[in-house]
Structure formats: structure tokens, C-alpha cells
């Protein structure tokens, strides 16, 4: 586990410092693009791809337990919330509806989402370079 996710974790705690996990992954996601760019323009050389496997999957180690957390919070914050709405409705006596909460709270965890969404991609991004420098170099070494 990355030693600073705790650090890390503290930022999902409120939507207020959600930008801030963004931000503690920005230079991360610029190494995987500057990695993918290198891999659309010179895929063919061995050296370059031994490094970038090496260096891609040491960028999906550190974004997917921040990955983990992001899904976690949304779910737990979407949750939490739909609970609080049904609580609230139901003691002002007044019949709750599923249907129209759960969109309330799907939009409550907006941000919660982009964050969640941003951070799989990238690791996706990690994932798809990962399999394919792999089948590239085993079929080199064939």
C-alpha cells in the first residue's frame, strides 16, 4: 500500500477537497500520457517498451488504491445520503419515493464520480499499455 493513502484518503472525507486527490495525482497522470504518447510514436522500439512496462505498472500500483478509495466514498456517500433523505421524508411523514431519490443522490456524488472516473481510466490506460507492450515483447522474443 502506498505510504502516503492515508494522506490521501483524508481528501474524499468532504466534496470541498475532492480536487485535492486530483491534484496529488497530476504528475502521475502526466508520466502515463508522456508513456503513451512515446507508445503511439515509437512503438516499435524494444528498449522503450521494457521501460515503459517497468514504469506503467509502477503508476497503476500507486493510482489503484487511491482507485479503490474513490469507490468507495462514492458509494458510501451516495448511500449515506439516499438513508438521510429516506430518514428525513419518512419523519415528515410523508410517503418516500425511491426513483427520484436515487437521482438526488446519484447528482449529490457528481464529483465523487469524476474523480472515481478519472482515476479509472488512467489505471485502464496503465492496464491496456501493460497487455500490450507484453504481447509485443513476447511475440519480439518468439
Known amino acids: 500500500m502506498n505510504k502516503g493513502i492515508f494522506a490521501v484518503e483524508k481528501h474524499f472525507a468532504k466534496k470541498s477537497t475532492l480536487e485535492e486527490v486530483l491534484k496529488v495525482c497530476q504528475e502521475h497522470f502526466a508520466k502515463i500520457d508522456h508513456y503513451t504518447n512515446i507508445l503511439r510514436k515509437k512503438p516499435d522500439v524494444i528498449g522503450n517498451l521494457e521501460s515503459i512496462l517497468i514504469r506503467l505498472t509502477g503508476e ?3 493510482l489503484e488504491p487511491i482507485l ?12 449515506h445520503y439516499y438513508v ?4 428525513a421524508i419518512e419523519n415528515e411523514g ?3 419515493s425511491s426513483a427520484p431519490n436515487e437521482r438526488e443522490a ?3 456524488v457528481a464529483e465523487y464520480r ?4 478519472l482515476l479509472q ?3 485502464d490506460v496503465c492496464k491496456a499499455g501493460i497487455s500490450a ?5 513476447k511475440t519480439v522474443r518468439e
Not at 507492450?133 to 515483447?137: A, E
Open 84 to 87: 438521510e433523505r429516506k430518514i
Open 94 to 96: 410523508k410517503k418516500f
Open 133 to 137: 507492450i507484453q504481447t509485443r515483447l
Open 121 to 123: 481510466a488512467y489505471v
Open 106 to 108: 446519484s447528482e449529490h
Open 114 to 117: 469524476r474523480v472515481r472516473n
Open 68 to 79: 479503490g478509495l474513490a469507490i468507495t466514498y462514492k458509494k458510501n456517500q451516495e448511500l
Open 60 to 62: 497503476q500500483g500507486f
